[in-house]
């Protein structure tokens, strides 16, 4: 095989029974092909020529043609290398290196017409497609599930005896382990499963065919380059053999290089790998394909040892992170996610990273363990050992830890300095100026105050922000003082480097980011999700603490309309800006209501959550203009807010009844009008007593929604805090970029979507933390150009109308 460039097909990746279509259709026209993410990406590919790029539609379910193997060794795809490490390489496979892999695992795993897979990986994945290819050989059937993998249809599909077969790597495992009862007795259901290629512990084999003891379990190691060179039979294997990936079957061979690297040989091994300057040998004169992986041979099974680019040398001892990671695990709560990683240090070398997932009062344990386990293997390490706790673990599509980019994170990631720059002293001269510019378009006078004006919570953040830059620490209950208290108190407070910092800010930056994190797939802060309904009680929350006293005194609504003014202007021009820009034009959209249809239907973003958002807050605009509602408020604010509770509940349960939200997702205001009203009954609780009694209104809620979960745990560590702890003192750069981000986060949601895509297009690739960060900058610098444009238009409108808003009168007292 020789040529300078590959003449191919490109199929954008897609998660679709489309995607996998084609594929076939392409291998059995013998056309060479190569997955990309876009078209502008298929125009950059080294050494490749594309005379198309398909991209398929959305389509999932159940995938039943048959197609047999093909066995012609002529060129079938270029697949990209996922390592964890460095840029991916460009692997040539033919059909023949696919068929070996496919027929090996078929006879592995005794697989007949009778199997009936969930299919737990992505198609866009070797292992995933490769599941796919191994079915359709048998004669058999696959399920694509809709939303990625989920534990509770398995189950469900499995006590219905829909599928009978799994293939999953150990991330995806390891949410089973961690919550067996989803699962349960319907695991003797499942008679096939294949693991991918990822570290597991024996341990975590031994609990997953416990939890599918009638399956035949196979786990394989590879690489792309040489798919599935090993197999180990996980639902049989001897104890002292669990920690091996398993010995080579049919004509595989695997072998040991002179520094305990492994090496493999076998018509499943790929020859070349190409770039612009053409194809270059992977294999050595007799055939061996050299890895970077470390491992050694007991009992003609092979044992993984890591990658060899990963090993620690402390002091002169060789630490494999793997068995490292499985030592301190061993002493730790089930499901706690850690990772090891090498840094430099000047005494020893190389020093050790020890990373869990988490928050700081995880450390010592981990510490602990983490001793224990360098001891057993000869290490003192001292000050070379480094325990952190980090919101997420850098990982790969198909889960492998990223010890560089860990590493890397520990050594350099520092949060950005704020910009302190003072504003002009013309532009803000006093509170009132400050109170003026804050709040466009509205007379201000001396006698007001921030509740009076009926401030919100993102306004709550900006202004409190605004304030402490300009004048210093604000006092506490500074949103019920007026304009003129607010002036008579300046100079008062003794100046410090600290500032306080609400809890309903904090848990605001931080739920945003959890949430844009989950959608960039930088880290899953939770399994079970929980952010999108924490910003919501959020709201409530706010209703209730800075604008339902305003409303009960003055009984108009017009502060609730000034908020959803707030919230839905910005959206619409959102929405009008990317349906020009990709040309797709959609009423609903605009009228912000398209939350009610199928999400698949709609051609542009999905600001679902800003929809469902407004349309809460006008329902509460229609309620609290009754002017009953509002007394009842007044006179018992606990009682009503937990009315309110019950009321917005039971109405879910009713609508549902009739108008089953499954088709879109439960993107609806019934479906988060209850976490609405839980951020009222918090905001209601103003002592002691009533804290505590709204905080076990709170646990029941939750664990009625989540039960013990993590998102169950989220949501209420957040009740937790915005009940009892309600401030803490920080630095004042720290207050300042966790305000930043929760007083954007309206438009770091707004945006988002559109940074993910803007830096898959530059970079060709997802980069999951970049688009994080490139998320929360834009939409905190979009905030504030939004703010000053508003601030302009306002000017501009009432200068052309003749209306001076800078010389009011303070008011009469009521």
């Not at 017409?113 to 050989?137: K, L, Q």
């Not at 924490?534 to 604008?547: N, P």
């Not at 939350?595 to 999905?606: R, T």
């Not at 807050?617 to 509002?630: C, D, E, P």
Request: contains cysteine; proline residues 4%.
């Amino acid at each position: 095989m020789s040529f300078k460039t590959l003449d191919a097909t490109a199929v954008v990746r897609k998660n679709s029974l489309a995607f996998i279509e084609t594929m076939f259709v392409l291998n059995e026209a013998r056309r060479p092909l190569v997955m990309v993410t876009d078209e502008a990406e298929a125009a950059t590919l080294a050494g490749i020529d594309i005379d198309r790029c398909i991209n398929p539609e959305d389509r999932s379910g159940w995938y039943t043609a048959r197609h047999s193997l093909i066995h012609d060794d002529l060129p079938a795809q270029v697949s990209y290398t996922s390592g964890t490490e460095g840029k991916p390489k460009g692997i040539l496979l033919t059909y023949a290196n696919l068929a070996d892999a496919a027929s090996r695992i078929i006879d592995e795993m005794q697989m007949t017409a009778e199997i009936r897979e969930y299919v737990g990986v992505p198609a866009t994945f070797s292992f995933g497609m490769a599941r796919y290819r191994a079915v359709s050989a048998v004669g058999g059937q696959t399920y694509m599930p809709t939303r990625g993998f989920d534990p509770l249809e398995l189950s469900r599909m499995l006590a219905a005896g829909q599928v009978n077969a799994l293939s999953a790597v150990p991330t995806l495992l390891r949410i089973l382990l961690d919550a067996p009862g989803l699962i349960g007795a319907e695991g003797g259901q499942l008679r096939w499963m294949e693991i991918g290629s990822q570290h597991m512990t024996a341990d975590e084999k031994r609990r997953i065919r416990q939890m599918f003891p009638n399956a035949r379990i196979v786990q394989h190691y590879g690489l792309t380059e040489a798919s599935r060179s090993t197999f180990l039979q996980v639902s049989d294997a001897p104890e002292d053999l669990l920690t091996s990936v398993g010995q080579p079957v049919g004509r595989s061979e695997i072998g040991l290089g002179p520094d305990g690297r492994i090496r493999i040989r076998g018509p499943h091994v790929a020859k070349s790998r190409i770039d612009a300057d053409g194809l270059h040998d992977l294999q050595d004169a007799q055939g061996w394909l050299q890895t970077n992986d470390l491992g050694h041979i007991r009992d003609g099974h092979l044992f993984f040892d890591g990658r060899a680019d990963d090993l620690i040398n402390c002091g002169g001892v060789k630490i494999s992170p793997d068995q490292l990671e499985e030592q301190i695990r061993t002493g730790l709560e089930p499901g706690t996610q850690i990772a090891v990683a090498k840094v430099p240090d000047a005494q020893r070398g190389d020093g050790i990273l020890v990373a869990v997932r988490g928050d700081a009062a995880q450390v010592a344990p981990v510490r602990d363990r983490a001793i224990a386990a360098l001891h057993g293997m000869g290490v003192a390490a001292g000050s070379a050992l480094h325990v952190t706790a980090v919101g997420a673990i850098p990982v790969t599509g198909t889960g492998k830890v990223q010890r560089r980019v860990l590493a890397d994170q520990f050594l350099s990631q520092q949060p950005a300095a704020p910009d302190r720059t003072p504003a002009k002293a013309t532009e803000i001269r006093d509170v009132l100026s400050l109170f003026r510019r804050e709040f466009v378009g509205q007379t201000i006078t001396p006698e007001d105050s921030f509740e009076s004006l009926g401030g919100d919570s993102l306004l709550y953040i900006q202004f409190s922000l605004s304030f402490e830059q300009r004048f210093g620490p604000l006092p506490d209950d500074w949103a019920k003082l007026s304009v003129s208290q607010l002036q008579q108190g300046l100079g008062q407070a003794q100046k410090t480097a600290w500032r306080r910092l609400e809890s309903a800010t904090l848990t605001r930056a931080f739920f945003i980011v959890c949430i844009v994190a989950l959608h960039t797939n930088a880290f899953v802060y939770s399994k079970n999700w929980g952010a999108a309904y924490f910003l919501v009680l959020l709201a409530g929350y706010s209703v209730a603490r800075f604008q339902l006293p305003e409303i009960i005194r003055s009984g108009s609504v017009k502060t609730l309309r000034g908020t959803i003014r707030y919230v839905a202007i910005p959206t619409v021009l959102m929405v009008a800006f990317l349906q020009v820009a990709t040309h797709r034009f959609e009423i609903l959209p605009l009228l912000l209501i398209s939350n009610y249809l199928d999400p698949h239907q709609l051609k542009g973003f999905l600001l679902y959550f800003v929809e469902f958002y407004v349309q809460i807050l006008v329902i509460m605009a229609i309620l609290f203009s009754i002017a009953k509602v509002r007394e009842m408020f007044r006179l018992r604010p606990m009682l009503s807010a937990i009315g309110l509770l019950l009321t917005a509940a039971a109405l879910d349960q009713v609508i549902e009844f009739f108008w089953n939200g499954d088709y879109n997702y439960h993107r609806s205001p019934w479906n988060y009008a209850w976490i609405f009203a839980l951020g009222v009954v918090l905001a209601t609780a103003k002592d002691g007593r009533t804290r505590l009694f709204a905080m076990v209104v709170a646990t029941v809620a939750i664990l009625m929604k989540w039960g013990m979960t993590s998102a169950g745990f989220y949501v209420a560590g957040g009740c937790v805090m915005v009940l009892f702890v309600q401030s803490l003192v920080v630095p004042a750069p720290v207050k300042v970029l966790v305000a930043e981000i929760a007083g954007a986060s309206l438009f770091i949601y707004l945006t988002h979507y559109v940074m993910i895509s803007v830096v898959r297009k530059i970079f060709g690739v997802e980069k999951p933390w970049l688009a994080l960060i490139s998320s929360l900058i834009v939409g905190v610098v979009l905030s504030h150009l939004y703010a000053w444009s508003s601030r302009k238009f306002v000017n501009t409108i009432d200068r052309l109308r003749g209306v001076s808003r800078t010389n009011a009168l303070p008011r009469s007292p009521a």
